[in-house]
């Protein structure tokens, strides 16, 4: 806090520091003596309180008073006065002043008014802080349903609470995902942890406990190097690996409203791919990525990991794994056409035994035109037809891939009350999580982590309704073992507070 004491007399400015002191206030206390030195020291640094005599020269305390309550409107001020000076005190009570007090200052009267003072200023410090955590809720609340793309839901009274242009002035995004559940459980302070290492400012909102999104207000003049900087800083706040997927720049103005869904979707569809792609994880919209010196692979290792991807119904990691063994030998002519056949014959096998209906007949027949080709683009073009045949086939069997959405789907249904990433959801079925996250978009239309989040917030919502449960007791009982952040994401997904919803329901 600071406080400033404004009075001619060396002692009596004495005197207020020493009651000031026996009231145990932790505050930086400066001096002034008179009201014209008292504006300078406020022009340097503004004060919470002010402390003033009446009776001043240059400028006296009413003077001060009335521009004080002018220039700072929210600083308490309090009056010393004689008893021949009340007129004095009633007008500048007039001027904002809060209190005074009469002089000579008596100990106990001074203990009381600042008791008062204090009271007043504490309340009002707890309002702002109420109203303004309010505002970030409801900004929230309204970004979020921008990001999914329920612009058309909103109320125009929502809007009207955000800042004129804000929406439209937004420049870039980033969506940082992990592999498990990170948000509200290992980093509960994140947001605040991660502002303290940036100089770029940004909005922050969590998605689930898997992702969150930042954005970014003013143009970033390298964006690929904040999100590296994220990454590391990630990596040294809490040991953990992320990815982090950056948008191209938003559209800017009113597009910004249907731009912020496109721009996510484009995002997600990027970290889809995070496992298949290279070590670093910044992946740049607009951009291809890196590629590696495909010679440097080990080509007993591809084939293991095209085989996994084949085993796991992978398209995704196959293509990618089958492009590094095409590479690897169409840059290197140090291997024999001979030894080249061999390898991809193996993976003709490997792909033809997975096909359903494919006889022997039809194996040997491309076996044999792969050896006797001279050209190695014919070669890629051969087991190319036999993957397309493969993607075909796991596509075209919808009985299967529903199976497989259907097992996934009682799985979350069973278990929303504890952690459920992709990769422990594609074990029960033994796909690939990107596969997984693939196929059950495509089959309902939904992403997975939206759909898990909208399960757990319409339980919590129904045990709200139908149990006299404590929060903490249903934030447990739906997948959230950090109520904070249980509660953030109640009120971010329905608007309102659990315990608000409750008081509402008349529960």
């Given at each position: 806090?600071e ?5 001619d ?5 004495k005197?207020i ?5 026996r ?7 400066r001096?002034?003596s008179n ?10 640094a503004p ?6 005599d009446?009776k001043m020269?240059f ?9 004080c309550?002018?220039?700072y409107p929210?600083?308490k001020?309090?009056i ?7 007129e ?10 809060n209190?005074y007090?009469?002089?000579p200052v008596?100990p106990?009267?001074?203990h009381k008014?600042?008791a008062?003072?204090l009271?007043?200023m504490e309340?009002e410090?707890?309002e ?12 929230e609340?309204?970004l979020?349903?921008l990001?999914?793309g ?5 109320e125009d009274?929502f809007?009207s609470l955000l800042?004129?242009g ?7 995004m ?7 559940d990170f ?9 605040k942890?991660l502002s303290?290492?940036?100089e770029?400012?940004?909005i922050y909102l969590?998605?689930?406990p898997?992702?969150?999104v930042l954005?970014f ?5 390298d964006p690929?190097?904040v999100?590296?900087q ?8 809490y040991?953990?690996k ?9 559209p800017g ?9 496109s721009?996510?979707e484009?995002?997600?569809q990027?970290?889809?791919n ?23 692979i080990d080509?007993d290792?591809?084939?293991k990991?095209?085989k996994?991807?084949?085993h796991?119904?992978d398209m995704?990691g ?7 063994l095409c590479e690897?030998y169409?840059k290197?002519t140090?291997f024999?056409q001979?030894?080249v ?13 997975t096909l ?12 044999d035109r792969l050896?006797k080709?001279?050209d190695f683009a014919?070669v890629?073009n ?5 993957i397309?045949?493969l993607?075909?086939n ?19 249904y069973?278990h929303y009350?504890?952690e ?11 796909l690939?999580?990107s ?7 495509k ?5 997975l982590?939206k759909f898990?989040k909208?399960?757990?917030m ?5 045990m ?6 404590k929060?903490?007791n ?17 009120r ?6 659990p315990?608000?919803?409750?008081e509402e329901?008349?529960?």
């Amino acid at each position: 806090m600071e406080i400033l004491i404004v009075d001619d007399e060396t002692i009596e400015r004495k005197g207020i520091r020493m009651l000031l002191k026996r009231e145990k206030i932790e505050a930086n206390i400066r001096e002034a003596s008179n009201g014209a030195k008292a504006l300078e020291m406020l022009e340097e640094a503004p004060a919470d309180l002010l402390l003033t005599d009446i009776k001043m020269p240059f400028m006296n305390g009413l003077e001060l008073t009335s521009i004080c309550g002018e220039k700072y409107p929210s600083m308490k001020m309090v009056i010393f006065s004689g008893y021949g000076e009340f007129e004095y005190a009633r007008k500048a009570m007039k001027s904002g002043v809060n209190n005074y007090i009469l002089k000579p200052v008596d100990p106990e009267e001074f203990h009381k008014t600042m008791a008062e003072v204090l009271k007043e200023m504490e309340e009002e410090a707890m309002e702002y802080q109420r109203k303004e955590k309010n505002e970030d809720f409801i900004r929230e609340h309204i970004l979020l349903s921008l990001l999914y793309g329920n612009y058309r839901s909103l109320e125009d009274g929502f809007m009207s609470l955000l800042p004129q242009g804000f929406i439209q002035g937004l420049t870039q995004m980033m969506l940082i995902s992990f592999q498990h559940d990170f948000f509200g459980i290992k980093a509960l302070e994140f947001d605040k942890e991660l502002s303290l290492r940036m100089e770029e400012d940004y909005i922050y909102l969590n998605l689930d406990p898997q992702s969150a999104v930042l954005l970014f207000e003013e143009k970033l003049d390298d964006p690929k190097e904040v999100a590296k900087q994220i990454a590391g800083a990630i990596d040294r706040l809490y040991q953990e690996k992320c990815y982090i997927a950056v948008s191209e720049p938003l559209p800017g103005g009113e597009d910004n409203f249907k731009g912020l869904a496109s721009s996510l979707e484009v995002m997600e569809q990027l970290m889809e791919n995070r496992f298949y792609l290279l070590d670093d994880p910044v992946f740049m919209a607009g951009e291809e990525p890196e590629t590696a010196d495909f010679n440097d692979i080990d080509s007993d290792t591809l084939m293991k990991q095209i085989k996994q991807d084949i085993h796991l119904k992978d398209m995704v990691g196959l293509r990618e794994h089958y492009k590094k063994l095409c590479e690897k030998y169409r840059k290197n002519t140090g291997f024999s056409q001979v030894y080249v056949k061999f390898v991809f014959s193996n993976l003709m096998k490997e792909i033809y035994d997975t096909l359903p209906k494919v006889n022997q007949e039809r194996l040997t027949e491309d076996v044999d035109r792969l050896y006797k080709t001279t050209d190695f683009a014919e070669v890629m073009n051969i087991l190319d037809r036999g993957i397309s045949l493969l993607e075909k086939n796991f596509a075209v069997n919808p009985q299967t891939a529903h199976r497989e959405i259907e097992t996934v789907k009682q799985y979350i249904y069973e278990h929303y009350d504890q952690e459920l990433s992709t990769e422990i959801l594609a074990e029960q079925v033994y796909l690939a999580p990107s596969y997984l996250s693939h196929i059950f978009k495509k089959e309902t239309g939904q992403n997975l982590s939206k759909f898990i989040k909208a399960l757990r917030m319409e339980k919590a919502k129904q045990m709200l309704e139908e149990s006299h449960n404590k929060i903490v007791n249903i934030s447990y009982a739906v997948g959230y073992p950090n109520v904070s952040y249980f509660c953030k994401s109640f009120r971010e997904y329905f608007g309102v507070s659990p315990q608000k919803y409750r008081e509402e329901e008349g529960l």
